[in-house]
């Protein structure tokens, strides 16, 4: 069984074929990770000599998603702002294995800060971490590039690793 992120997160009800062509509706639980086993009482093949049926097994395969990444309990996204919303700060929409909420955004953030929503990570028990990113337009207009050129701290170098 191959599921994405959020149902292995928060469970969900599916349906699955076995490979003698029946299908099964399972419940799976929330939390579960790739290569945990499913055991489905009697739902498996008769047993030698036509005994009853035994369990059906099946195991799990968790799909990467494309914007959530689960670590242990916890997810971790990367969240795109604008440079305006960095700079004054702003309240956007956040998404979470459980729907969208509303972030706070605070003033002076740069790429890189990591914000926690306590209790959206894995079944309500971890948490979620949205490491922001300052995204710029593609192609700065004018004025922003009269405003970088005028601008006093226009020369400060951030803090680089060195070797």
Not at 40 to 68: I, S, T, W
Not at 93 to 115: E, R
């Amino acid at each position: 069984l191959h599921d994405a992120l959020p149902i292995s997160v928060n469970g969900a009800k599916r349906r699955i074929a076995l490979s003698e062509g029946r299908t099964l509706d399972i419940a799976i639980p929330a939390g579960v990770e790739s290569g945990q086993v499913l055991r489905l009482k009697g739902q498996g093949g008769p047993g030698v000599q036509g005994g009853q049926a035994g369990d059906a097994l099946v195991e799990l395969k968790v799909r990467p998603h494309p914007h959530f990444r689960r670590e242990g309990q916890d997810i971790h996204i990367d969240l795109n702002i604008s440079l305006t919303e960095a700079v004054e700060g702003a309240r956007v929409q956040a998404p979470t294995v459980g729907g969208a909420v509303s972030l706070s955004i605070p003033a002076g953030s740069n790429t890189g800060k990591v914000l926690r929503l306590k209790g959206k990570g894995v079944s309500g028990q971890g948490d979620q971490f949205v490491r922001l990113q300052i995204m710029l337009p593609e192609t700065p207009d004018d004025e922003l590039k009269k405003f970088v050129k005028k601008w006093p701290k226009r020369d400060v170098t951030p803090p680089r690793p060195s070797e």
